[in-house]
C-alpha cells in the first residue's frame, strides 16, 4: 500500500471539514445512526469546512455486511473529528459515478468539500480502527511524516534542533489499533510536537530497540540541543500503545525534569503521582548540592516517563529525615508511608524504582469498539509481516494455483499439498510466504506438488473438503485419505511435514539387517534431521490386532516422526536383543545413541499415539511459547528454573540426574531463559514481588490448587539440596509463595465457522447451505445441484475467521476427527 499523501500541503486538519466516501453496489440493511440520501441530496449538502463520510449502495448483493457493521461502529469516533456520516442510496434515476462500475465500487475516497483527496482499497479498511487510523493519518500529513529509513529519520531530527520535540513511532502495519492511537495522539499533540511514523523494523533496530515484536514510541528531546553535532536524547514509552497512555506518557514529558523541594516528601505531590507513578527524593545538602544535583538529573533522565524525580533539601527541612537515608521513596498509592533508603550508585536507585512500581494497564472505555475482546487480535498479531513484505515478490510459480474446475483433476492425478487461504486474512497472507519458502527450498528435489487454492474465490471446494478455518495445509496422496497438517504455521515445520511423508508409514521392515540399519538411522538418513526418533513396532506374525492398532498409530504420526513395523518369524532374534517382550516398541534416539523398548500388551492406537508423543519430549527442556501446550498438557506440576541466558551446566547435571534416579517422576522438571522468552518476567511478576535475583527455581501446581514454592535462594542449586526440598514440599513443611487463582485459559473468542457463515448471510439467494460435518463423498454427490446456482459462484468473506493453533495435547482427538472426514476421493 503507497503511503504517499496526494493532496494540498494547504490543508488544514483542525480548521476544515471532510468528506469520506466508500462506494459499493450492495444493498445492506438500514442502519439507523447513517443518514440516508440520494446521491443529488448528499452532494448538495458539502459545503468548505463541513465533514462528511458517505457510502454508496446499490441493491441485490450481501457481500459487505461486516464493512458496513464496522463503518457504522467508526461513526461515533469520525463524528468527534467532525465527520459526519451518511448512507447514498444509488437509484437509476439519478446519475453519479460512484454508482458506477463494480470494480470502482470496492473503494473509498476522501473528500474535501467537493474535492477528493485520497482513494483507498476497502480491504485496506477492515475495522473501525483501520478507517478511523487511514482517515486520521490523510489529514495529518504535515503533523505526521512517515518513513522508510534512517537517514530520514536524521534530517528530520537535525531540522528540529533547538526547535521542537519529536514522537517517533513504528507499527506493525497501518490500520491497527496502535496506529489509531498514535493518529489520534497526533491530532491532539500535532501542533505541539513533530510525530513521525515507520512501519520499518529495520528502522526499529537501527535505533537500538532489541524487541521488535511490538509496536514502540519514543519522544526525541530536540528543543533543548543547540549543538547540531549533539544526538537528541531519546526516552521510550514502555507501557502498551494506546490513546490513553501515549497522552499520559507525554504529560510526563511535559513536566519538568527536576525540581526541588525543601518540605516532608509525605506532603509533596506532582504530576506523577497523579498519573499512578511514584515519586524518587535525592537527600542533598548544602557541602554536596552541585554533586547531589548532578546525581538526580541523572537519575531524572534515566527514569523518565517511570517516576518523577526531586531534588529534597535536608538542611531546610523542618522534618527530620534519618541520617543515614540519602534517597526517599514515595509509591503513588494513597497512605502509603514513604520509604527512607540508603542507595549507592543509581543503577541501584533505578533497580528500586523499577522493582517496586506496579503500574496497571488501563483499559480504555472510550468507544464502545474498544471493550471487550478485539475479534481482529490474532490477525494484527502477523498483519506487520504482509505489511513489512509487500513489495516483495514471491515466487508464486513455484506453486500451482487451483481453481473449482483443476482441483480434483490435480489433487488425484498426483500427490499434492494444497494450501488453502483467504486472500483478504493477514495470517493467510503471512503463512503463504512461508509455503513459498518452503516452495523454494523444495525445488528440484521433491515428488510432491505444491498447490494452493483461495477459498476467498473457490469457497464451495473449500465447503467439500471440510475446511472452515484458514489457512490449512492438507496432504493428498493416491490411494490415502487426505491428511490435514497439524503443527506449526511456519517454514520449518512444514518442511519436516512435507519430507517426513516421502514415505509410507508405517515402513514395513522385512530383514533383522534391514531393521538394524533402520535403529542406526542408516536406513533413512537424510530424514533423520527431521526425525531425532526412529519408532520400530515389533510384533510375531500372529499378532494381528496389535499390528492392526500400531498401523492405525503410525498413519496419525506420519509426518512428525519415523515409524516402521517388523513382523517377520526370526523377530524373536530382535526382541530378545533388545530386551522387549512381544509386542513390544523400539524407540531409537539418534542423537543419544540410544535404543529402549516398552511393551505395547493390549494397548490401543491412541495409547501408542500417546507413548510416542511423549517418547518426543526433552527430559529437561526449555520452555518456549511454542511448545509450553506439549509439556503442559502432561497435567503435572512444573518445576521451573528461571535463567537471565544460559543455565549453569551444573545445575542441569543436577536435575538431570534426579531424573534419571527417578525422583523427579512426578513433576515436569524444565527451564526458562527470560533472553528468549521475555514472556517470563511476567510470569515471575506473579509470583514474586519484587522479583529475585536470578537464577530462581520454583514449583508451580497449575493444575491442583495453583501454589507456588520457591526453592531457597540461600541454599546452592545442587542434588542433596533439592532431594531435601523436594522431601520438605512432599511432608507439607514448605510455606508457598503464592496461590495463582483459579481461571480457565480459554481463548478470547469462539471459533467461527467461516462458511456457515456465507451461507447464511446469502440464504436469500438460495444457495444450498452444507452441514458443517457432511463427508467428502457426501458433498461431491451434491457438486452439481450446488453449482447450479450461479448467484453463489463467487463468495465473500463476511466474518473473521479463527486463526488455527493446533494444541498437540488433542492431538489424536484431532487427527481422528480429521481421519473420520477426510474420505477419499
Not at 475482546?373 to 494484527?380: A, F, G, M, N, T
Not at 517422576?665 to 535475583?693: E, H, Q
Amino acid at each position: 500500500m503507497q503511503l504517499q499523501l496526494m493532496m494540498s500541503s494547504g490543508f488544514g486538519v483542525f480548521r476544515v471539514g471532510i468528506s469520506f466516501v466508500i462506494m459499493c453496489s450492495f444493498y445492506m440493511p438500514t442502519v439507523d445512526s447513517l443518514l440516508e440520501l440520494s446521491p443529488q441530496k448528499y452532494f448538495s449538502t458539502l459545503q468548505p469546512g463541513k465533514a462528511s463520510l458517505a457510502y454508496f449502495c446499490q441493491a441485490d448483493s450481501p457481500r459487505t455486511s461486516v464493512f458496513l457493521e464496522e463503518l457504522n461502529e467508526a461513526v461515533r469516533p469520525l463524528q468527534d473529528y467532525g465527520i459526519s456520516v451518511a448512507k447514498v442510496n444509488c437509484v437509476k434515476e439519478e446519475i453519479s459515478r460512484y454508482c458506477g462500475k463494480e470494480k470502482e465500487l470496492m473503494k473509498a475516497y476522501l473528500f474535501k468539500g467537493n474535492i477528493l483527496l485520497r482513494e483507498f482499497p476497502t480491504d485496506t479498511l477492515f475495522d473501525v480502527n483501520a478507517i478511523v487510523a487511514h482517515v486520521l493519518f490523510a489529514l495529518l500529513f504535515n503533523e505526521v511524516k512517515y518513513i522508510t529509513n534512517l537517514e530520514d529519520l536524521q534530517n528530520i531530527e537535525n531540522a528540529l534542533k533547538g526547535k521542537a520535540n519529536i514522537i517517533f513511532s513504528y507499527v506493525r502495519a497501518t490500520g491497527i489499533p496502535e496506529h489509531r492511537a498514535v493518529m489520534e495522539a497526533a491530532f491532539v499533540y500535532g501542533t505541539t510536537y513533530q510525530f513521525v511514523l515507520t512501519t520499518e523494523i529495520s528502522l526499529l533496530e537501527s535505533l537500538g530497540s532489541e524487541d521488535v515484536e511490538y509496536a514502540h514510541l519514543y519522544f526525541f528531546h530536540c528543543k533543548l540541543v543547540l549543538d547540531l553535532t549533539q544526538q537528541c536524547r531519546r526516552t521510550l514509552m514502555e507501557q502498551p500503545l494506546t490513546t490513553l497512555n501515549i497522552h499520559l506518557f507525554i504529560k510526563t514529558m511535559k513536566a519538568p525534569l527536576l525540581t526541588e523541594v525543601a518540605e516532608d516528601p509525605q506532603q509533596v505531590s506532582t504530576v506523577h503521582l497523579q498519573l499512578g507513578l511514584p515519586l524518587v527524593f535525592i537527600v542533598s545538602q548544602q557541602a554536596t548540592y552541585e554533586a547531589d544535583r548532578r546525581t538526580a538529573e541523572w537519575v531524572a533522565w534515566r527514569l523518565l516517563g517511570k517516576a518523577g524525580v526531586l531534588l529534597l533539601l535536608r538542611d531546610s527541612l523542618e522534618v527530620n529525615i534519618p541520617q543515614h537515608a540519602n534517597v526517599v521513596f514515595k509509591r503513588a498509592e494513597k497512605g502509603v508511608p514513604v520509604e527512607f533508603l540508603v542507595l549507592h550508585d543509581v543503577d541501584s536507585i533505578i533497580s528500586h524504582v523499577e522493582h517496586n512500581t506496579h503500574i496497571e494497564e488501563i483499559q480504555e472505555d472510550e468507544d464502545d469498539d474498544m471493550e471487550g475482546p478485539d475479534i481482529d487480535v490474532q490477525d494484527d498479531e502477523v498483519a506487520e509481516t504482509v505489511f513489512r513484505d509487500r513489495k516483495r515478490k514471491l515466487p508464486l510459480e513455484l506453486t500451482v494455483e487451483l481453481t473449482e474446475e483443476t482441483f480434483n483433476a490435480t489433487v488425484t492425478a498426483s500427490d499434492s499439498i494444497v494450501l488453502f487461504y483467504a486472500g483478504w486474512q493477514p495470517v493467510s497472507m503471512a503463512f503463504l510466504q512461508s509455503y513459498v519458502d518452503v516452495a523454494v527450498k523444495l525445488k528440484g528435489t521433491s515428488t510432491m506438488l505444491l498447490t494452493r487454492i483461495n477459498c476467498a474465490d473457490w469457497s464451495d471446494v473449500c465447503t467439500k473438503q471440510n475446511v472452515t478455518e484458514f489457512p490449512v495445509v492438507k496432504m493428498y496422496k493416491k490411494g490415502e485419505n487426505p491428511v490435514s497438517y497439524a503443527g506449526m504455521l511456519g517454514t520449518k515445520d512444514l518442511l519436516k511435514f512435507i519430507q517426513l511423508n516421502r514415505i509410507s508409514y508405517p515402513v514395513n521392515i522385512t530383514s533383522i539387517q534391514e531393521a538394524e540399519e533402520y535403529l542406526s538411522g542408516e536406513l533413512y538418513k537424510d530424514l533423520i534431521s527431521y526425525s531425532s526418533v526412529s519408532v520400530l513396532g515389533l510384533f510375531s506374525p500372529t499378532m494381528t490386532t496389535a499390528k492392526e492398532d500400531f498401523s492405525e498409530a503410525g498413519n496419525y504420526l506420519k509426518g512428525y516422526v519415523i515409524t516402521g513395523i517388523y513382523s517377520e518369524e526370526d523377530v524373536l532374534l530382535l526382541s530378545n536383543k533388545y530386551a522387549a517382550s512381544l509386542p513390544a516398541l523400539l524407540l531409537a534416539r539418534h542423537t543419544e545413541g540410544k535404543i529402549e523398548s516398552i511393551p505395547l500388551a493390549n494397548t490401543r492406537a491412541e495409547d501408542i499415539v500417546q507413548i510416542v508423543t511423549d517418547a518426543l519430549l526433552e527430559m529437561f527442556p526449555e520452555i518456549t511459547v511454542e511448545n509450553l501446550p506439549s509439556y503442559f498438557r502432561l497435567q503435572k506440576p512444573l518445576l521451573i528454573l528461571f535463567s537471565d541466558g544460559s543455565i549453569n551446566p551444573q545445575y542441569k547435571k543436577a536435575i538431570l540426574t534426579l531424573v534419571k534416579q527417578k525422583y523427579l517422576d512426578s513433576l515436569t522438571p524444565c527451564w526458562l531463559n527470560l533472553k528468549n522468552t521475555p514472556v517470563g518476567r511476567r510470569i515471575l511478576r506473579a509470583y514474586f514481588d519484587p522479583l529475585p535475583p536470578l537464577p530462581v527455581l520454583v514449583l508451580v501446581n497449575l493444575h491442583s490448587g495453583g501454589q507456588v514454592f520457591a526453592f531457597p535462594s540461600d541454599q546452592a542449586i545442587i542434588e542433596e539440596n533439592l532431594v531435601l526440598w523436594l522431601k520438605k514440599l512432599e511432608a507439607g513443611l514448605e510455606n508457598h509463595i503464592t496461590i495463582l487463582p483459579a481461571q480457565e485459559w480459554k481463548p478470547p473468542l469462539p471459533a467461527y465457522d467461516f462458511l456457515s457463515m456465507m451461507d447464511a448471510a446469502t440464504s436469500q439467494h438460495s444457495t444450498r447451505k452444507i452441514p458443517k460435518c457432511m463427508k467428502e463423498t457426501d458433498v461431491q454427490e451434491n457438486d452439481k445441484e450446488q453449482h447450479e446456482d450461479k448467484s453463489a459462484v463467487r463468495k465473500e468473506p463476511i466474518e473473521t475467521l479463527r486463526i488455527k493453533h493446533w494444541n498437540r495435547s488433542n492431538w489424536f482427538k484431532e487427527a481422528e476427527k480429521s481421519f473420520r472426514h477426510d474420505k477419499e476421493l
